[in-house]
């Protein structure tokens, strides 16, 4: 059982919740968390990791419904039931990296940057980040990335260069990812998304969150929730 180290409010909704006793992650990849014993909700929420390290996991998380908001309730040593990681992560692709998040999209990122300076220390990390009003964990980006450009209450992918020999990773809304395609589909960009479906179970068994893809309907708890853009054309 995890045990809740800090749960605290770092912007307007938004939560970072520092686990101990926690499985370890790699980005991309979630959690279902849920709080012991509750029967409302019953179900855990995914959760993806912002950071990972030993026996310790951080999470950014934003208050949506019950189950979000029962989590920005729970104090400093409070147990936290913890299922995973689950799904499959984002690929370490050698060379320079171009990192896109929207809103809390940017959550499943910190880890990625952080695992790409680690595999390949001399590479260009590039990150930029777009949000609707108030920014948030920057200066967690700024610790592992080359530069990081904040965007507020524009398009954030209208200042990103697709033209770049780079491995190119995005997380956000529907909007952002269908324009974080379009331009790599343009320039023929590697670029690799993350989807956000409701998950009741985290392991594939419900079918609750499929995705058409290329190559059929595809869980994203199971398959995902990273894609080659190209392969989820149809979903973003």
């Known amino acids: 059982m995890a045990v809740i180290v800090q749960n605290t409010e770092i912007a307007g909704g938004i939560y970072r919740m520092w686990l101990a006793h926690a499985p370890q992650g790699n980005a991309g990849q979630f959690i279902m968390l849920r709080i012991p014993g509750a029967l409302?909700?019953?179900?855990?929420?995914?959760?993806?990791?912002?950071?990972?390290?030993g026996d310790e996991l951080t999470l950014l998380y934003q208050v949506k419904g019950r189950g979000t908001a029962a989590f920005a309730g729970l104090p400093a040593g409070a147990p936290a039931e913890v299922q995973g990681?689950?799904?499959?992560?984002f690929p370490l692709v050698p060379g320079d990296a171009v990192v896109i998040g929207g809103g809390i999209g940017?959550?499943?990122?910190?880890l990625l940057v952080k695992q790409l300076r680690a595999a390949e220390?001399?590479?260009?990390?590039?990150v930029h980040l777009g949000f609707r009003g108030e920014a948030y964990a920057i200066e967690a980006f700024r610790a592992y990335a080359d530069s990081v450009r904040v965007d507020i209450g524009g398009v954030v992918t209208d200042g990103v260069d697709f033209a770049q020999t780079a491995a190119y990773y995005a997380c956000g809304p529907s909007p952002m990812l269908r324009a974080a395609a379009k331009a790599a589909g343009e320039t023929g960009a590697r670029l690799y998304?993350?989807?956000e479906k409701h998950m009741a179970c985290g392991v594939g068994a419900c079918l609750g969150c499929t995705c058409q893809t290329a190559n059929g309907r595809k869980r994203v708890c199971r398959d995902g929730p990273v894609f080659d853009f190209r392969e989820v054309a149809d979903e973003r």
């Open 193 to 195: 998304v993350s989807l």
């Open 40 to 53: 409302d909700p019953f179900l855990g929420r995914p959760i993806s990791l912002f950071d990972s390290a």
């Open 106 to 110: 940017a959550a499943p990122l910190h």
């Open 121 to 126: 220390p001399n590479r260009r990390v590039e």
């Open 85 to 89: 990681p689950y799904g499959n992560g």
